[in-house]
């Protein structure tokens, strides 16, 4: 585990590496992914983060990002991907703070491949921007996020795939997903897809809503309270994020959080 | 000996009346088979009974074991002993059978099963209910086809052990050798306690493998004939009739079929029909 409290330029090494940013100042980082490496990058204390990260030639690299902050935080993001480069960027959301990302991916070379992905359990304003650039032919951009809000929090998400003109073959795909247990819930998911070439493959899923009554019933009908079936329900929305890190150890510690936050509620 | 009693109970779904006075008893150990006509009423005394929001009590009362059932909430009818194994039962993506059937019997015990406890009793459900050994793994009824569904209900149910349970057509979406299958499994039951059966079923096939001792006839939200194994066979051979004139009694009209919508196919055909003509 490496503790980070200055800007630093980060070179990833392969395997697994844990980092903790642990700061009182603003950080600015650069991070440089290399082949098969796995990063866990624990939020414990930033004002405000600014990376840069850059993915070259063919390299296969995850990130993942697990807010543990008390105090709000704002992190603006911009990564480049190189030709065949293939990078995850993950984020686990279960602070409970206020938090606001912007995240910009650019996929600079053909068959650049960049999914990001993020699981949040939202009990305070969370604000999401996430961009995909297409500026090659033969690219693949995915963007999945899952959300589940809860009576306090409010979500925003704003999902962008885009596809420039000349960056043919490439396919722009996100899904977005937001469960609310109470009436009343604010959640707003923006499903963008900016198209500027015919020959590309682009879709969008979203859905936000409650609980199906019916699914409640059945699960309490086994004996569970409304609170348990709560937090089932949202394990298995947002318990999957932790398998972006391949090591089975860093797994289950992670599902043991979040299942440890879940099971507060 | 603990005993569900029924007694005059009306039950209204979104404002409309559908039973109106239900007498039953249900005596510890008791198979009691339920039957009658579509739409009058069965299916709504079971899920009044574990408790469904949409079900509305205006009268009448429900004790199990002394206490008011109508007073507890869902999942703590279903902690009393209560269990309904529902005639369509719900999917749950994102949560694994293991997951819950865990969650579901930790909130039975003081302490919670021990994981190599839980595995064992797990695979000894699955083979005995001869379902695929994944099953654990998969996502609550997510993508099972209706007789694995039906089936999964009896997983749950030996797992969960409770002292009554109520079967909703249970055999429905069932084949013939997976009806064999769950009965077997619900007859060990039997044998290794005193389990209470109420059990809604069109068919006597169900009956004579279950061997209930008591047998109702629900008609228009009221238990209108009551007798033993004989009346299910009875009803098998010849249906309600006898009973509608017997009793001078109508049953509640099934909804009414939709009314057939135009479509371009019928259309064309009837186009085409006229012009042959």
Sequence with gaps: MRDIRVNEDILLHEGFEEYVIDSIRDLDLSIRFTPNAQALFRIRNAKSLRIRGYAEDG???????????????????????????????????????????????????????????????????????????????????????????????????????????????????????????????????????????????????????????????????????????????????LLPVADVIEDPQVQSLLRAELERKLSEL | MKTLEIKNLHVDVEGKNILKGVDLTVQEGEVHALMGPNGNGKSTLLAAIMGHPKYIVTEGSITWDGKNVLEMSVDERSKAGLFLAMQYPQEIPGVTNSDFLRAAMNVRRENPVPLFTFIKAMEKTIKDLEMKEDLAHRFLNEGFSGGE?????????????????????????????????????????????????????????????????????????????????????????????????????????????????????TCAVSEKAKASK
């Excluded at chain 1, 951009?141 to 596809?163: H, Y």
């Excluded at chain 2, 008591?214 to 009221?222: I, L, N, P, W």
């Excluded at chain 2, 033993?228 to 009414?256: C, F, H, N, R, V």
């Design chain 1, 59 to 237: 390299c296969e690299s995850t990130i993942l990002f697990w807010n543990e902050c008390q105090a709000p935080l704002k992190a603006d993001e911009t990564y480049e991907v190189n030709e065949g480069a293939h990078i995850v960027i993950a984020y686990g959301e279960c602070a409970g703070t206020e938090t606001e990302r912007s995240t910009y991916v650019a996929l600079r070379k053909p068959y650049a491949h960049a999914e990001v992905v993020s699981a949040s359990l939202v009990s305070s304003p969370l604000n999401y921007r996430m961009n995909v650039v297409h500026f090659a032919p033969h690219t693949l951009g995915e963007i999945r996020n899952f959300a589940v809000v809860l009576r306090t929090g409010k979500l925003m998400i704003d999902a962008i795939g885009k596809i420039v003109k000349g960056a043919y073959a490439s396919k722009s795909h996100q899904t977005s997903r937001a469960l609310s247990f109470e009436e009343g819930q604010r959640s707003t998911i923006l499903p963008e897809l900016l198209i500027d070439e015919n020959d590309v493959e682009a879709s969008h899923a979203m859905s936000i809503g409650r609980v199906d009554d019916e699914q409640l019933y059945y699960m309490m009908s086994r004996g569970l309270t409304l609170q348990q079936c709560t937090a089932l329900l949202s394990a298995g929305y």
């Design chain 2, 149 to 265: 569904k039906k089936r999964n209900e009896i997983v749950q149910m030996e797992l969960l052990k409770p002292d009554i349970a109520m079967l909703d057509e249970l055999d429905s979406g069932l084949d013939v050798d997976a009806l064999h299958i769950v009965a077997r499994a619900i007859n060990n039951m039997r044998n290794e306690y005193p389990l209470s059966l109420i059990v809604v079923s069109h068919y006597e096939r169900f009956y004579e493998l279950i061997e209930p001792q008591f047998v109702h006839v629900m008609v228009d939200g009221r238990i209108v004939v009551e007798g033993d194994a004989a009346l299910a066979k009875k009803i098998d051979e010849e249906g309600y009739d006898w009973i509608y004139k017997e009793y001078d009694i109508k049953p509640a009209s099934a909804a009414a079929p939709a009314k057939r919508a135009p479509s371009l196919g």
